[in-house]
């Protein structure tokens, strides 16, 4: 069951790849819409530093999403962040024998100094995948705003939300 897990958040992640190959790169890096002025691009980096804290984290049992890349190139240069992308898509898809139930301890702060959680590995990438399904309907948003088709049909929902048919 976890594998399963970690098939579908790479199914989700890899639902982004058209951000890098088929936008144009003035929409990517867009900053133009309020009230945070933050690009496809910004999104995008955040999405894969959270990625890349939770599996950096699984060597040493300790997630620190304080500690992010924040590598501003991905956010900018489409191809960067294909790369970026890639790497991340192939670790998670590498993760075939490792035990997922294994404890992992989550570092961040929550607005109000750092906080220590136990989690397990697989608690973690589902609640980073979450996350990630989160800012895909902000750059929803923001693709609206700019007159671009959504990447496909469900990119930026959660399984477990309705539909909504247009009117």
Known sequence: MP???IETIVDNLSGSRPLYTQLQSSVF????????YSSIGQHMRHILDTFSC????MNTTVADLTERERNSKAETDQKAGLVYLDSILDNLQAL????????????????????????SVVSLLCQTNSHMLHHFALIGYL??????DLPNTFFGYNPTTPMVEKA
């Open 3 to 5: 594998h399963e897990i």
């Open 29 to 36: 890096s867009s900053r133009v819409v309020g009230p945070y």
């Open 54 to 57: 939770a599996l950096r984290g």
């Open 96 to 119: 075939g024998s490792f035990d997922l139930h294994q404890a992992i301890t989550v570092l961040d702060d929550l607005g109000k100094g750092p906080q220590s959680v136990e989690y």
């Open 143 to 148: 693709l609206h705003f700019h007159n671009v």
